[in-house]
C-alpha cells in the first residue's frame, strides 16, 4: 500500500479568488499548496480590461501572507466590445494567459457576458492568431434548455461551430460535467483541453437533492448523474493531458448559500488536494494524480512545470475545519462526504 506520495507542486487552472474581505481570507489558503492558479475575472465588476486585471493581480497579491510565491495568472472577461487590440497587449505581457467566455446569465456575475456570439468573431481570431486559448464556461442560459442539458447543448450549438470557424482556436472547457463533455475534450489534442474540479469528481446530483437539498453542494454547471461522474472520473484518472486541475473553488458566504435563492459556487481550495488524493487512490490511479494536478495545464498553457515539490501521506481519516471566517462571515468548506485518509504534510 502506498502510504507516501511527493509530487510536483500543483497549479489551480480555475479559481475565484473574489475580492475585499473574500480575497484576504481565501488567497492564503490556495497559496499554502498551489504554486500558480488562474484566477476568475468574475468579480461584481468583471475584470474586462488588462489594466483592470493588472490592478486586479496587485489586490491579489497584497492579500498573499508576506514571503508568498504564489503567482496568480490572470483572465479576461469577454464582452461583445472587447478591444482586440487591449487583448493582444495583455497577453504580450506574459501576465494574462487567457480570455474566458461566459454566455450572459449563465452563473455568478455574468450578466456583462456573451449574448451573440458571431459578435465575437473578430476578437477569437486576434486570440487564434496570437495563440491566446479561450476558457470557457460551456452552459447555454436559455430558459427553455432544461439545466441538466445545459453543456451538451452549448457543444452542439455554440462551442463546435466556433470551433470550426476558428480550427486554430485553442479552447479549455471548463469545469466539465458530462461524458458528452469528456468525450468532446478529447476530440481535438493540443487544441481542445478541459478542467475537472474536485467536487465534481466527488458528488453527483443525488448528494445535493436527495433526502434534503444541500446548498453547500450547488454549483454551475450543477452536478449530475453518476454515469457523468463516473465519466469525469475516467477522464482525470487516464492520464490523457487534455484534462488537468480547475478546483472552480468558488466561495459564497454563507448567509448567500443557505437562502431562499442561493449562490452556486463550492468553495474547495482547503481541502482539495487531499481529496484527489484520496478520489484516484479508490481509483488505483494514484500514479495519474502528478500529471493532472501538476503537469497537464501547465503543459497545455506553454508555461514551464513547478520545480517545487509537496508530498502527501495516507494516514487515519483527516478533519477539516467546518468553515473559514471571513470579515463577511463564514465560508463553508466542502463537505468531501467519504473518509479522507491523506494530507499535505511537506
Ligand atoms: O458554481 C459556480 N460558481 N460556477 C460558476 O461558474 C461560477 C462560480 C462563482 O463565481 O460563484
Ligand atoms: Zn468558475
Known sequence: MTTSLTITQPDDWHLHLRDGALLAAVAPESAREFARALIMPNLSTPVITYKQAMEYKERIKSALPHGSDFEPLMTLYLTEKTDPNDIKRAYASGLVLSAKLYPAGAT?????GVQNFEKLQPVL????????????????ANHDVDIFDRESVFIDKILDPIRQRLPSLKVV???ITTTEGAN??????????????THHLMINRNNMLAGGIRPHYYCLPVPKREKHRLSLLEAATSGNPCYFL?????PHVDKTKESSCGCAGIYTATNSIPCLAEVFDRANALNKLEGFTSIFGSNFYGLPTN???IT???GLPVTFPHQIKTDDGPVTIFDPNIDIHWQVTS
Open 184 to 197: 468532446y475534450a478529447k476530440s481535438d489534442p493540443g487544441k481542445l483541453a478541459a478542467t475537472i474540479t
Open 246 to 250: 480547475g478546483t472552480d473553488s468558488a
Open 125 to 140: 481570431e486576434c486570440m487564434a492568431d496570437i495563440g491566446m486559448p479561450m476558457c470557457v464556461h460551456g452552459e447555454v
Open 307 to 309: 520545480k517545487g515539490k
Open 312 to 314: 502527501l501521506t495516507k
Open 108 to 112: 455568478t456575475n455574468s450578466l456583462l
Open 173 to 175: 472547457m471548463e469545469h
